[in-house]
C-alpha cells in the first residue's frame, strides 16, 4: 500500500510566524503536489513537483513556497503566516505517466489543519 | 478553461437504496476522470477512473461510474447504499496526454449523507 504521511495532523500558528508542512511518500512517485482545501472551493492546488528541485506554480501559489531535496519529502512552506492561510492542507503523490510528467491516480494524506491566529 | 461541477452540495438517501453523485467536466480533447472520497478528518482516497474503453467503470466499495461523452458527465452510483458510504466525493478531470503536463481539476465536492 502506497503510504504518504504528513508531518503534523493539526497546527496552531500566529501571524508572521514561518510555518514548515511536511509531506513524505514511500512508494518512490516522481510527482507530489500540495492542496489546500476550504468548504466549497473543494481542493485547490498550490505547488507540484515532477522531481527532485523542480517544482511548478498552482492556482494559488502566492504566500507559500516549496521545497524538495529528496525524492520521497517535499515540504510546503508559509514564509509569514496570515489569517486567510487557516485552512486544510493535503499533500499527495502519484506516479507520472512514462516520458511525461503526467499524474495518474494521486495518493493522498491524511492531512494537515492549519489555524493561524 | 478546464472544469469540473458538482450540482449538488449534499445528497441524502436511505440506507439501501440506490445512490448517484453528479458530475460533468469540460476539458480539450479526451478526459481522465476520477472520483475521490473523504471520510472526516481523513485524506482523498481514490475510487475508481476512467481513462478509455468501457464506458461503465467498476471501483471500490461497490461503487461504478458512467462515462457520457456526449453529456460530458460521469456520475457516481452504487445500487445500495450503506449507512457507511456516508462522506465527501469528489470528481476530478485532466485531459488526455497531448503533450507537456497536464493539470488535474478537482470539483467542489458533494456530502453524502446515508440515513439508517
Not at chain 1, 507559500?64 to 486567510?84: P, Q, W
Not at chain 1, 506516479?95 to 492531512?111: M, R, V
Request: with cysteine.
Amino acid at each position: 500500500d502506497v503510504k504518504v504521511t504528513q508531518s503534523s495532523r493539526y497546527l496552531v500558528k500566529r501571524t508572521g510566524e514561518k510555518v514548515f508542512l511536511e509531506c513524505v511518500q514511500d512508494m518512490d512517485h516522481e510527482n507530489m503536489f500540495w492542496y489546500r482545501q476550504d468548504p466549497g472551493l473543494g481542493l485547490r492546488l498550490i505547488y507540484f513537483s515532477y522531481d527532485v528541485k523542480m517544482k511548478e506554480k498552482g492556482d494559488i501559489p502566492e504566500g507559500y513556497s516549496v521545497s524538495r531535496e529528496k525524492k520521497e519529502r517535499f515540504s510546503l512552506i508559509l514564509e509569514s503566516a496570515s489569517t486567510n492561510q487557516t485552512s486544510m492542507y493535503l499533500c499527495a503523490s502519484s506516479f507520472a505517466h512514462i516520458g511525461t510528467l503526467n499524474t495518474d491516480t494521486q495518493y493522498f494524506g491524511p492531512g494537515t489543519r492549519l489555524t493561524v491566529l | 478553461a478546464q472544469s469540473v461541477a458538482q450540482p449538488e452540495d449534499q445528497v441524502n438517501v436511505a440506507e439501501g437504496n440506490p445512490l448517484t453523485v453528479k458530475c460533468t467536466y469540460s476539458v480539450s480533447g479526451n478526459p481522465y476522470l476520477f472520483w475521490y472520497v473523504q471520510y472526516p478528518n481523513r485524506g482523498l482516497q481514490f475510487l475508481l477512473k476512467y481513462i478509455t474503453g468501457d464506458n461503465l467503470v467498476k471501483g471500490s466499495y461497490g461503487f461504478e461510474a458512467e462515462f457520457n461523452k456526449s453529456q460530458t458527465s460521469f456520475h457516481l452510483k452504487k445500487p445500495s447504499a450503506l449507512v457507511s458510504d456516508s462522506a465527501l466525493y469528489f470528481c476530478a478531470v485532466r485531459a488526455a496526454y497531448s503533450g507537456g503536463y497536464q493539470k488535474v481539476t478537482f470539483g467542489t465536492g458533494t456530502k453524502l449523507q446515508v440515513i439508517p
